[in-house]
Every structure is written in C-alpha cells, then in structure tokens.
C-alpha cells in the first residue's frame, strides 16, 4: 500500500539549531513528494515539493532531497528561527493527485 | 486571490445528530478533496470531487456521511447521525487538476467536537 512515516515528535530546538525531519514514504508507483506546514491557528500550508528522484524542494531556508533509492524525503534548515514553530507533514502523491500524509511533526523552536 | 473557504469553524453538536460543513474551493479549480484529520494524526482523504463527479470516496463511511458539489463549484460534507469518533477537524481542499504534481490548497478547515 501507499504510507508516509514521519519521525516523532514534538521536536524542541533553540534558535538558529540545525533542523531534521526525516520522512520515508512506500508508494505503489511513481510519487510527487511535499512537505506541508500548518502553524498554530492555520490551515496546511505548501512549504515544498519534489516530482522526481533527485529533485530538491526548497523555500523559506527549508530543504528536501527527494531519494528514491532510499525511499526519503528529510525536511532540513540550517538555523531555524522561532517563527518556524509549527506542525510538518510530509505527504507524497500518486496519479489522481491523491495525497497520503504522515502523521505531522510539531517543532517548537525557543528564543 | 482568494484561497479556500470553509465555514463554520467549530461546531459542536451531540451524538446522533446531524451536521454539515460547506467548501468553497479556488476559483477555476476543478479538483475538490475533503479530508478528516483526528488530533494527533495526518489528514485522511475522505472524498475526492473532479468538477462534479466523485473520483474516490473508498474511505467515505457512506452508512453516515455524504458528500456533493452541485455545479461542480462549493461542496457541502454532511455528516448523520454523528458519533463520537467523528470528532476531528474536518478539511477542504482545491488543486487546479488532479495531476501528480498539483500543489493542493487547504482551508482553514472546520473542527466538530461530539459529546
């Protein structure tokens, strides 16, 4: 079947730590893979994507390699900041665009 | 450009009655999805709407809950007789086709508590 399996949480890091969240993903077939951001009060957020083995998403300072042969798609930032305080889903995509999410990670980020 | 619009934000209601939720989706997007997400979980899709027509709805437990999107623009997810375990957050969410590759596009959704 189709799954995402995302690293548990909550994650607690003080400003400007490095950040991972690693996400692996089993597809029948060949998937698109994002990561979704959803911040306290907010709706689920497009934070990147990735549509092919090798492609790397980025955007805010976030990162993601899309790994077929490990079947990966770790979430990376150098320094995060307190404003990067939110939950994360890792989700991948299949024809018909039907999404599979992970069970979201909550990263709190402290001054 | 306006993003997806759901109302109402929070409802709560008792077992055995009947709620509904309504979706307004981005304008010009033809794929229409409504997903139900339980504390401490991922969104799980529930329904999926091209224009007017349902694509999926395996994980639709059809017994209480119906879907529609007449004109293939707003949806209305119902939901009768409630339970317990249907307290969740209930979201919407549009994308422009229903490719692999479509970004989806989520509302602010709404959550149900059932006591």
């Known amino acids: 079947g189709n799954s995402v399996t995302q690293m548990e949480g909550p994650v607690t890091l003080s400003e400007e730590a490095f950040l991972t969240i690693n996400c692996t993903y089993t597809a029948t077939g060949y998937p698109s893979l994002f990561w979704y951001v959803q911040y306290p009060g907010e709706g689920l957020q497009l934070l990147l994507k990735?549509?092919?083995?090798?492609d790397k998403g980025s955007n805010k300072g976030f990162e993601a390699t899309y790994r077929k042969e490990t079947t990966s798609f770790h979430l990376e930032k150098g320094s995060v900041q307190v404003s990067d305080s939110a939950v994360y889903f890792c989700a991948l995509s299949l024809t018909g665009n039907q999404f599979y999410f992970g069970t979201g990670t909550s990263l709190t980020v402290i001054p | 450009e306006a993003g997806v619009a759901q109302s109402p934000r929070y409802k709560i209601i008792e077992k055995r009655q009947s709620v509904a939720f309504w979706c307004n989706p981005i304008?010009?997007?033809?794929?229409l999805y409504w997903y139900q997400q339980i504390l401490g979980q991922g969104p799980k899709l529930l329904i999926q709407?091209?224009?007017?027509?349902?694509?999926?709805d395996s994980q639709l437990p059809k017994d209480r809950f119906s879907a529609e999107r007449l004109k293939g623009v707003d949806s209305t997810l119902k939901i009768q007789p409630a339970k317990l375990e249907d307290s969740a957050v209930y979201l919407c969410?549009?994308?422009?086709?229903?490719?692999?590759?479509?970004?989806?596009?989520f509302g602010p959704g709404t959550r149900l508590t059932v006591l």
């Open positions: 969410a549009s994308s422009f086709t229903s490719g692999r590759m479509d970004e989806q596009f």
């Open positions: 709407f091209q224009n007017n027509g349902v694509v999926d």
């Open positions: 990735a549509t092919k083995a090798d």
């Open positions: 304008s010009g997007h033809a794929t």
